[in-house]
């Protein structure tokens, strides 16, 4: 059974800065990309920051130059650092991981229970 389990979420001021981090479990292998996606109320799930097992980043617009996505490969965790918050960043952020390899087979788009960051104007 694999497991993400997000955490590093909180309440914080405009311009202030926050990081997540998600642990994944479950006699894992391996793992392909992992990343973040974020839900705000009344809106739908928008990706915020891949990575692959190679180090290759993607971000979507709205973070790039403010987020940074990091992970260790040997701890199967990954990182968001999250500089100059605005209240537009206010959501659920979503641990994601694409293909995982445990006890000899792939399990495939696997979500964490989601962490609430709150930025307060």
């Known amino acids: 059974q694999v497991q993400l389990v997000e955490s590093g979420g909180g309440l914080v001021q405009a311009g202030g800065s926050l990081r997540l981090s998600c642990a994944a479990s479950g006699s894992i292998s391996s793992i392909n990309a992992m990343g973040w996606y974020r839900q705000a109320p009344g809106k739908q799930r928008e990706l915020v920051a891949l990575?692959?097992?190679?180090?290759?980043?993607n971000y979507a617009d709205s973070v790039k130059a403010r987020f940074t996505i990091s992970r260790d490969n040997a701890k199967n965790t990954v990182y968001l650092q999250m500089n100059s918050l605005k209240p537009e960043d206010t959501a659920i952020y979503y641990c994601?991981?694409?293909?995982?390899?445990?006890?000899?087979?792939?399990?495939?788009?696997?979500w964490g229970q989601g962490t609430q960051v709150t930025v307060s104007s």
């Open positions: 994601y991981a694409d293909r995982v390899r445990s006890g000899g087979a792939y399990r495939y788009n696997r």
């Open positions: 990575i692959t097992s190679g180090g290759s980043t």
